[in-house]
């Protein structure tokens, strides 16, 4: 009987103190809210203290995350801190696809672009005239069955612009070149085989006569590869593969990892038992960016093949690794796996943003990743030595740290995954601390603002059957809401001090969409619930927020309009891994459904529907 | 043993028995749905055929055997660890695009469907598939084997 009454009063508490939590988390969070500030170092004053190897040109957005170093920091700063209150909804279209509205729109040439979700339409928006017809829409005709082949929504990162044409990637493994002003399509070329399982969800990369993209399919097995196509004809130039030996992964005597563990002839064939390499994984389908005084792409892999770890014994190199290349031959400079023989599926496709900034007191080339598994990693991306990897999401437990001088993390043994075993209460989730939805950064606070998620797992390894085509997985996962009262929160990040200095936490969903920062010191993401925010890049402070349609999940950007004036604009509709919970034909009486994100997610239904809006802010 | 690692050993033999890994290829082991299955509506009054109904409707084995199955065939992979759904639909709630007698169930596993279902009829065997079916019917119903918690 007094169990019963305990558990009573537990739930009571724990009601209280979620509703509190929520309360201070998303409402009152002020400049001098202490509880939420740590290590207060004074917001520094001009001059920057970070040096940007690209900035973004005034005005117009041609590249997914914005620049070439993946900063999504804009110059523009007509609205700022002062004037943001009075931002109005200036325009809104919908793209007819309810499903998960990743990425973000291109503006160039008073045109704004936006790929949809499959079947992958381009639309391009006539920015003079908001209210009137569209330009034009090309419709590539996808493969109706990769629909079924996508793990996690129908999604699309979206395209680069460059020479004249829009290039995006369709679902079935399609990349597309389209006249920027005609809508006429220019090449087409194949570059995956949806039979196997392979989609592309991600956006291309285009640097100077090149565009490279990545692939999708981690959870069939799929081989993952990047492909460096020439700008001009669509023709393949070559291809580097996440695994096999030296020749496929494109490793020659440039090659300089930093650390002994990363050291050794083909090494994506001898990490692994007999021929499971073939089965390997290590897909590429979250953000590349590029350095242009080393001429160097940057770019994480995901999980190996299988997620049962007993199933593939050895590192199972190259998954889980950052690579650093020549941008013009393909051929890796450096690479550092994160973590080896991966046990969670802690792909770690995340955004590796470039700057130049002091560490320790001397100036040095920085690679910031904020990972899948809860780390913030701080990286010397000349050599790929990590300098930080500090903990950016409390709850983190699979690992305690990384040992700088190895580059190995310290792991828990408790929370290890095996067949036949579960693994309880393991944080992050496989979904992670973060996911691919991308970090922000400015000069002015020299701060990363990261969208952090508070989910953890049980994890249980099974026998697994390779059938072509079909998932590879070996793992019975569901996921829940970590501890500590909430499930999201958006960090303001010390990089030079490693630690958070102000957060926004959300009581009930992850933050599942990109950050933007920019000169206004102005910080714009959103929530699965549908609210658009401008905070204080300083203080944290909720400047002005507006409810959309739908939650969102994609990453904001902003422009100039043909009238000077800045815009910024959002997708709002709800999918991807954890918000196509939403979705009608989903289920949530079983946790384990959605590659078990569904545990985590049993309330969305109620705070948003799917939606497929675009919209656009101003004054 | 332990009971799960006896169930994935027999789980494991009573696939490779059934699955007709190594028949020989003239056999037709692949299991097109037995009778004519209309997914849309018949024209003119009456005229629907008979289909056949699931010869393990109400066999509790055969649901736990299609429980197996639904891990064994991946299907867990894409319709969710206990049919919640994912890369597919769910298997649990009541919307059935292509029709939720047994017979429409076998052939949508049979036939495959357009937005990238498999055509499993090439590669599993009858008996198996109307187990999976079985598994399938039974989801939230008390007969429901290894029920999502």
């Known amino acids: ?40 170092a004074d917001p520094p004053a001009a001059p920057a203290l970070i040096k940007f190897i690209s900035p973004l040109p005034n005005g117009t957005w041609t590249l997914p995350a914005g620049d070439y170093a993946n900063t999504r920091y804009s110059p523009e700063d007509k609205i700022n801190t002062q004037n943001v209150k009075n931002l109005k909804l200036i ?14 729109p291109l503006v160039v040439n008073n045109t704004m672009y936006i790929v949809t979700p499959y079947p992958n339409d381009l639309l391009a928006i006539d920015l ?5 017809p569209i330009k034009w829409k090309f419709e590539p005709h996808p493969d109706t069955r990769a629909q079924g082949r996508a793990c996690c929504d129908t999604v699309n990162r979206g395209a680069s612009f460059a020479d004249g044409k829009v290039v995006y990637n369709a679902l079935d493994d399609t990349t597309i070149a389209v006249d920027g002003t005609t809508g006429e399509q220019v090449w087409r070329a194949k570059t995956g085989d949806v039979s196997l399982g392979e989609t592309t969800t991600g956006a291309p990369l285009i640097v100077k006569k090149k565009v490279y993209i990545g692939n999708s399919g981690g959870e069939f097995g799929v081989r993952g590869k990047l492909v460096c196509l020439d700008l001009k004809t669509g023709k393949e130039l070559w291809r580097a593969y996440s695994q096999g030996p030296d020749s496929d992964v494109r490793i020659g005597a440039d090659f300089k990892p930093f650390y002994a563990k990363d050291q050794g002839k083909d090494l994506g064939v001898t990490s692994w038992e007999g021929d499971k390499w073939k089965r390997g994984g290590g897909t590429i389908w979250g953000w590349l ?19 049962d770890p007993d199933l593939r014994p050895g590192d199972n190199k190259w998954s889980i690794t950052i690579f650093a290349r020549d941008a013009d031959t393909g051929y890796a400079r450096w690479a550092y796996q994160i973590e080896p023989h991966d046990n969670y599926d802690y792909d770690e496709i995340m955004e590796n943003i470039l700057v130049d900034m002091d560490w320790n007191g001397q100036p040095r080339k920085l690679l910031l990743h904020p990972a899948r598994n809860g780390f913030m990693f701080v990286l010397d991306r000349e050599t790929g030595e990590v300098l930080s990897a500090q903990k950016f999401v409390e709850s983190t437990n699979w690992a305690s740290g990384y040992d ?13 995954t095996h067949l036949g075993k579960v693994a309880s209460g393991v944080c992050p989730s496989s979904t992670g601390a973060k996911e691919f939805v991308p970090s922000a950064v400015s000069p002015h606070t020299g701060y990363l603002y990261i969208p952090a998620h508070n989910t953890c797992m049980n994890y249980e390894g ?14 019975s996962v569901k996921m829940f809401q970590g501890p500590g009262g909430f499930h999201g929160e958006l960090v303001a990040w010390d990089i030079q001090n490693a630690k958070p200095v102000w957060t926004i936490k959300d009581a009930k ?35 002005w927020q507006f409810k959309t349609a739908s939650g969102i999940v994609g990453d904001p950007m902003t422009y100039t309009g043909p009238d000077g004036k800045q815009y910024v604009a959002i997708y709002s509709g709800i999918g991807g891994w954890m918000g196509a919970i939403a979705q009608p034909d989903m289920s949530v009486d079983d946790p384990y459904a959605a590659l078990g994100a569904t545990g985590a997610m049993s309330e969305i239904k109620s705070y948003s529907s799917p939606g497929d809006n675009v919209y656009i802010f101003g004054f | 043993m332990r009971m799960s690692t006896f169930l994935l050993i027999a789980s494991a033999g009573l696939a490779m028995a059934a699955c007709g890994c190594y028949q020989s290829p003239a056999a037709a082991e692949g299991a097109q749905p037995p009778t004519f299955v209309p997914v849309g509506p018949v024209p003119g009054a009456g005229n629907a055929p008979v289909v056949q109904s699931n010869p393990y409707a109400t ?39 292509y029709g939720s007698t047994d017979a429409d169930i076998f052939a949508s596993i049979s036939e495959g469907r357009g937005k990238g279902m498999p055509a499993w009829g090439l590669k599993v065997p009858e008996q198996q598939i109307w187990r999976l079916v079985a598994y399938i019917k039974s989801m939230r119903t008390p007969e429901e084997p290894d029920p999502p918690k």
């Open chain 1, 404 to 416: 700088l001088k190895t580059g190995l993390p310290i792991k828990n043994p408790v929370f290890s």
């Open chain 1, 462 to 475: 099974m026998q697994a059957n390779y059938i072509p085509g079909t998932p590879y997985l070996g793992a």
């Open chain 1, 1 to 40: 009987m007094f169990s019963r009454i305990a558990k009573h009063v537990a739930v009571i508490g724990t009601v209280l103190i979620l509703s509190y939590a929520a309360y201070v988390g998303i409402v009152r969070v002020r400049a001098n809210s202490a509880p939420k500030a740590r290590g207060a």
């Open chain 2, 59 to 97: 066999d509790p084995t055969a649901m736990e055997e299609g429980r197996k199955l639904f891990d064994w065939y991946n299907c867990s992979g894409c319709h969710g660890g206990h049919g919640g759904g994912g890369m597919g639909p769910s298997l649990r709630d009541q919307t059935w695009i």
């Open chain 1, 509 to 543: 969903f992850p933050v599942y969409s990109g950050v933007l920062a920019t000169a206004g010191d102005v910080v714009f993401y959103g929530t699965l619930e549908g609210w658009f925010r401008a905070v204080d890049a300083k203080t944290g402070e909720i400047l």
């Open chain 1, 91 to 104: 325009a809104t279209f919908s793209t007819g696809i309810t499903h998960g509205h990743e990425g973000q």
């Open chain 1, 289 to 307: 960016s590029y350095d242009p005084q080393t001429n160097l792409i940057f770019y994480g892999t995901g999980n190996p093949g299988v997620w």
């Open chain 1, 128 to 132: 003079k005239n908001l209210t009137g």
